[in-house]
């Protein structure tokens, strides 16, 4: 018989810069009411900006500390950003073009992960 390989995940690693991103970590932006997004609250905050081709599932992992899982979405082609609310354990993965700038902005301390929701 021969030696069996066992993959948990993929490893750790960092999210690479986004040199295009519009918004930066902890500005405050508004999201749009377009239909594809309206069950996403109207004001969250910017926890890291997402380079195009690159898993969201990855920055979200990075974010928080814990290995990459190794199942994935497929990549977007744009700049996204992983987003959250104080207050509330669920992040947000929305693109550039669904949210627009507020003018303020706030400190990230840290973030965790409770049980399957993240906490900022």
Same mark, same amino acid.
């Given at each position: 018989?021969?030696? #069996? ?5 993929a490893?750790?690693?960092i999210?690479?810069?986004? /040199?295009? /991103?519009?918004f930066?970590?902890g500005? &405050? $932006?508004a999201?749009?009411? %377009?239909? +594809?997004?309206? +069950? ?6 910017? #926890?890291? /900006?997402?380079?195009p081709?690159f898993?969201?599932? *990855? /920055?979200?992992?990075d974010?928080?500390?814990? !290995? ?6 497929? !990549? #977007?082609?744009?700049v996204? *950003?992983?987003?959250?609310r104080?207050? =509330?354990? %669920?992040? *947000?993965?929305? %693109?550039?073009a =669904?949210?627009?700038e507020?003018?303020?902005s $706030? ?10 929701? &993240? %906490? !900022?």
């Open positions: 018989m021969g030696v #069996l390989l066992m993959v948990k995940d490893g750790r690693g999210t690479p810069p986004c /040199a295009q /991103a519009k930066k970590s500005d &405050v $932006v999201v749009s009411r %377009r239909k +594809h997004v309206r +069950h996403v609250p109207e004001s969250l905050v910017v #926890l890291t /900006a997402i380079p081709g898993p969201g599932e *990855y /920055a979200l992992s974010l928080i500390g814990e !290995p990459r899982p190794l199942m994935i979405s497929k !990549p #977007l082609r744009v996204s *950003y992983i987003l959250c104080e207050g =509330d354990p %669920r992040p *947000y993965h929305l %693109r550039e =669904d949210i627009s507020t003018g303020q $706030v400190e990230i301390g840290t973030i965790s992960r409770e049980g399957d929701e &993240v %906490r !900022p």
